[in-house]
């Protein structure tokens, strides 16, 4: 097998990445050398590369099915929203400017040049690259400057396939309408469909299939189903939604649950952190957005923010502040994570305008940090609590005082009940999660709690890569797909028209 695949969506979350995903993991399993691509990014979750840059964390994931470090040529072009209106961005793994819709349009020319480089050299050196869009292909207003979804097929000369998530509801219309918008030209690239999240029986859905291939003359290769075991490593912060249980939490081996609350920031970075908690027995996380929400908490979590002084700003008008402060104060545990862990300082200065000015912190940690105008990127191995530790560091933030003992050698912060650490993915170190578990329960006075002795959060996502692959060979047509990854998108496809009259001509 040889060749490439563009993996694109109906809307964002329709299931771009669980596919790539599951793709790339079957065909390493079957020994294909293949490697995943994302040409444009957008997200705040993003982890720092073995070769110093900073990619989406989705591709980063891929890259793991694949059974390849993380490099930032899987993903060389990742926008931060840092507002509503404006975006860090990163090329090639390191920031190159701040840009808004408008101005980002005038910059995609020479960042055209930029991705079909990358995804050259990978095609080089792997058999197979299977790449993911952006958003939607859809979006014909943005059309001209794509160098994520149709543009980025044609000038990569790319078959296309189009994933919908028919648990929105309105799927075939989303399938018919996407390819129906599109010019002649980009519609030859599109080879077929599949469906995901199907729940209900398949034979209900075989004529509304028939129909589109019908109406379109490409047919649809598989329809994956709802997996509810699936949950680990979203694409974006957009998924950690407030309120709900993270994950599918198994039963506590003790008497007692353990309860987080991680408050869920406006611009909320790197949320899956939380994600290594979740994934322990007896242990309960949700995303919080409101003051009550943390009364029953038994830890409190700041996570990382991409705009650290808004949304201290934002904790502070909603009354979160008030509480997480409470809680600290009744000797019930706290962590913060990167721009949580700076929140909880004294004061944030800013004498570059990073962020737009200075701030006063929570005061729970006796703390100052200083916004620097280079971002540090770092990938550091350490041991806390005598358990060996590593992790990653994305942040301008840099300490400049600590009248608090660290975490870890050298860095963080440890006084008592409140922590802090730079370090992302420190919780994914299963001897340290385990400590602090314990620490919290004991802290909380949750004495019924017992903190599992092997959870691997490793083999735990290494599982969950497993079953997408399960769903991609059982439900997906692999031969057709294979074909269309050689051979590229059939010649003589169609041509389909907006009115349903005459739709397939």
């Not at 690239?189 to 729940?199: E, H, L, S």
């Not at 570059?352 to 200075?358: A, L, N, Q, S």
């Not at 409140?418 to 802290?443: I, K, P, S």
Request: with cysteine; hydrophobic share 45%.
């Amino acid at each position: 097998m040889r060749g490439a695949l563009l993996v694109a969506g109906t809307t964002s979350d329709a299931g771009k990445s669980a596919l790539v995903t599951g793709i790339c993991r079957l065909l390493a399993r079957r020994g294909v050398p293949v490697a995943p691509f994302k040409a444009q990014n957008m997200s705040n979750n993003s982890v720092v590369t073995p070769d110093g840059g900073e990619i989406g964390r989705a591709q980063a994931v891929q890259a793991l099915a694949c059974g390849l470090e993380p490099s930032v040529a899987f993903n060389p072009v990742l926008l931060k929203p840092g507002s509503d209106r404006s975006s860090q961005v990163v090329v090639r793994g390191r920031v190159d400017g701040t840009v808004d819709a408008r101005t980002y349009q005038g910059r995609k020319a020479a960042l055209l040049d930029v991705v079909t480089a990358s995804l050259a050299e990978l095609r080089a050196r792997f058999d197979v690259v299977v790449c993911e869009g952006a958003g939607s292909p859809a979006e014909i207003n943005l059309r001209a400057n794509d160098i994520a979804n149709m543009g980025l097929a044609q000038a990569a000369d790319l078959p296309v396939v189009i994933v919908g998530d028919i648990d929105r509801g309105g799927v075939l219309a989303h399938l018919f309408g996407t390819v129906a918008v599109l010019d002649p030209a980009d519609q030859a690239r599109v080879a077929g469909f599949v469906v995901n999240k199907f729940r209900g029986d398949p034979a209900l859905l075989a004529p509304g299939l028939d129909q589109l291939a019908a109406l379109t003359g490409r047919p649809t290769l598989g329809v994956l189903p709802w997996e509810e075991r699936l949950w680990l490593d979203a694409e974006d912060s957009l998924s950690a939604v407030a309120d709900g249980v993270l994950g599918r939490p198994s039963p506590p081996l003790g008497s007692q649950w353990l309860r987080v609350a991680v408050v869920r920031l406006p611009r909320i970075s790197n949320a899956t952190d939380a994600e290594a908690l979740a994934a322990e027995p007896g242990v309960a996380v949700r995303y919080v957005t409101e003051p009550s929400r943390l009364a029953d908490a038994d830890l409190v979590v700041l996570p990382g923010s991409k705009a650290t002084v808004a949304d201290l700003a934002w904790l502070r008008r909603t009354g979160l502040a008030d509480a997480v402060v409470a809680h600290a104060r009744a000797g019930r545990p706290v962590l913060g994570i990167c721009g949580g862990y700076q929140m909880l300082g004294t004061r944030i200065l800013d004498p570059h305008g990073v962020e737009g000015g200075d701030a006063e912190g929570l005061g729970l940690l006796d703390l100052d940090v200083a916004f620097d105008a280079e971002k540090h990127l770092g990938t550091p191995e350490s041991t806390a609590w005598g358990e060996p530790v590593r992790g990653y560091e994305i942040h301008h933030g840099r300490v400049v005082r600590n009248g608090d003992p660290p975490l870890l050698p050298g860095e963080g912060s440890d006084a008592g009940t409140v922590l802090g650490t730079h370090w992302h993915g420190l919780l994914e170190n299963d001897g340290f999660r385990r400590a602090l578990l314990r620490r919290v329960a004991e802290q909380a006075g949750r004495t019924g709690f017992v903190a599992a002795p092997d959870t691997s959060f490793a083999a735990h996502r290494a599982a969950q890569l497993d079953v997408l692959a399960d769903l991609v060979e059982a439900h997906i047509d692999i031969r057709a797909l294979e074909h269309v990854i050689n051979h590229g998108a059939p010649a003589d496809l169609p041509v389909v028209t907006t009115s349903l009259a005459g739709s397939a001509g």
